[in-house]
């Protein structure tokens, strides 16, 4: 039987190499270098890792001792990775629109996979308490009152309305 | 330039430490002897400690009833952060060999968790014995039972995880006597509480008519009463151990129980999850929505700026510049949408152009530069 913190280990090591890729793809886009294939590599690498991110999210929570959040580093962690992942969906659902790779676009792809390195970083500071990120405030948590984060709930779901009609039409 | 890289790569290779250990610890744990990679590496490539283990007992140990043993390590020179990771086993094979496989519950360990593997830091050395309490369940069931100390450190120059077990321990543990004044089998200590708050413990007791309270601060102990079974341990200031156990008196022979630890901590970090929970599905929905709805170029799309502009303009600079060099002429009429103007030949061969208009500067530019002929 494999135990979750093995499991977590592994999908954590696929989710961290394809964004790490895709980050690597991204910087070739945004300074326009390297082979006309970077495009691709770095879609479907962000693709690849975000199939991933949920196993390495379930397996991180069950390996985690103890229950609920107890640590202010596992609720960066969580907000990190889902601001990282709706990045990396935006991305992705921008670009099969057909939107142009840019300089923002690309920019934006880096902040998704930066996002997501740290909250890796993180995961390696909770369970052995090291880091190089220590200069990021981990310790602290900025949370919304809930009625903010069910205006932006809305707001977010009716911009992604928004750009669905607009695609349609 | 490559081989600079490849002696770079090779010196910071040369320069890392080989280490089998973990030597921060892994945290106390619920575990096996056998960790294996996860803290010590391969038990192959361990060294044999050489502690003094052992394990003392109290004089009658009862089936299901509470009692507390005392682990000594002594003899043992560890690494500079003075730490030993101690378990209590059933067996030397690595396997199967927790306490609860035989009917052992462990109540309190020396860190107030209830965890067979602890990690110590203390003054272990080649002069000192180092002694922790442990309160125990014995198995339900009377019998001879078997209990190993085990412990994993590291070694003073580093470098080498050390192992060693205790030899074996039985254990005998005795039927209940009839009568015999006792805490309810069910009934468990609390082992932690947060600092500042007064601590009211509930007792349940078996064959008592009376029951008496001692609490231990430092090396005071003085006596707390218990009314309808309960009793309150005064509030902590700072964090710490105070330790307190019950005189049962009834029809039976008095007993008394073992030393119960409570830790006094800071209170835990907290969050409403809920509230977590919706930023999270929020930050989520909008950063998505933000980034989809920075509109994709289509036709009759009229975009504010387009990257290829200024390097357009910059081209046809340049192009004036390099004509003598590079041939190829371009074409006055420029593309509808984006992209760099097609060269008089046409696009390359193979391209598209939705392909010429994201590459075609690049493209022109390295022809400009000489890199394509």
């Known amino acids: 039987m494999i135990s979750s913190g093995t499991l977590h280990v592994i999908s954590t090591e696929l989710t961290i190499g394809m964004f790490a890729l895709s980050g690597v793809a991204f910087l070739l886009c945004l300074l326009k270098k390297g082979p006309q294939s970077r495009e691709a590599v770095a879609h479907w690498a962000l693709l690849g890792g975000l199939i991933a991110t949920p196993l390495a999210i379930f397996t991180g929570l069950n390996a985690a001792p103890g229950e609920g959040i107890t640590n202010p580093l596992l609720a960066n962690k969580m907000l990190l990775s889902t601001t990282s992942a709706g990045l990396a969906i935006g991305i992705l659902i921008r670009r099969k629109l057909g939107g142009d790779i840019d300089s923002r676009h690309a920019s934006i792809g880096m902040i998704s996979v930066a996002m997501m390195l740290t909250t890796a970083g993180m995961g390696g500071e909770y369970s052995r308490n090291e880091t190089l990120l220590y200069f990021i405030p981990k310790e602290t948590v900025l949370i919304f009152p809930v009625w903010a984060s069910i205006i932006l709930i809305i707001l977010g779901t009716v911009m992604l309305g928004k750009s669905a009609i607009e695609h349609r039409g | ?373």
């Open chain 2, 1 to 373: 330039m490559r081989t600079k890289a490849a002696t770079i790569l090779l010196l910071m290779i040369l320069s890392s430490t080989i280490s089998t250990a973990n030597p921060g610890g892994e945290g106390d744990a619920v575990q096996s002897r056998d960790c294996a990679g996860s803290c010590h590496a391969s038990s192959s490539t361990n060294g044999v400690s050489s502690a003094n283990l052992s394990i003392e007992l109290p004089d009658e140990i009862y089936a299901g009833l509470l009692m507390e043993i005392q682990t000594s390590v002594g003899n043992v020179d560890v690494s500079s952060n003075s730490m030993v990771g101690m378990a209590i086993l059933i067996n030397s094979d690595g396997a199967k060999d927790l306490p609860a496989n035989s009917g052992w519950e462990i109540i309190t360990d020396p860190n107030g968790g209830m965890n067979n593997y602890v990690e110590i830091t203390g003054s272990f050395s080649s002069q000192n014995v180092v002694t922790k309490s442990w309160t125990l369940r014995a198995p339900s069931n009377p019998g001879m039972y078997d209990l190993f100390l085990a412990v994993q450190h590291g070694s003073p120059n580093g470098g080498v995880a050390m192992s060693g077990i205790s030899s074996l321990i039985q254990v005998e543990v005795s039927e209940v006597p009839e009568n015999l004044p006792q805490l309810a089998p069910d009934w468990t200590p609390m082992n932690i509480r947060n600092l500042g708050e007064e601590t009211t413990i509930k007792l349940e007791t078996l064959n008592t008519d009376s029951a008496t309270v001692e609490l231990k601060i430092g090396a005071e102990i003085s006596e707390i009463s218990v009314d309808d079974g309960e009793f309150t341990i005064p509030a902590a200031v700072n964090p710490g151990v105070v330790e307190w156990r019950v005189v049962l008196e009834g029809e039976g022979p008095t007993q008394t129980s073992p030393w119960f630890r409570l830790t006094a901590q800071e209170p835990g970090w907290e969050i409403d999850e809920t509230a977590l929970y919706l930023q999270s599905i929020a930050l989520f929905l909008l950063c998505a929505g933000l980034v989809i709805l920075r509109r994709p170029a289509g036709d009759g799309y009229q975009k504010n700026y387009h990257d290829t502009d200024p390097l357009s303009t910059g081209f046809e600079v340049e192009a004036t510049q390099v004509t003598d060099q590079v041939p190829v002429a371009l074409t006055q009429e420029s593309t509808t949408s984006a992209g760099p103007p097609i060269p008089s030949e046409g696009l390359p061969a193979g391209w598209t152009m939705e392909q010429w208009q994201y590459y075609g500067q690049e493209h022109l530019d390295k022809l400009a530069r000489g890199e394509i002929l």
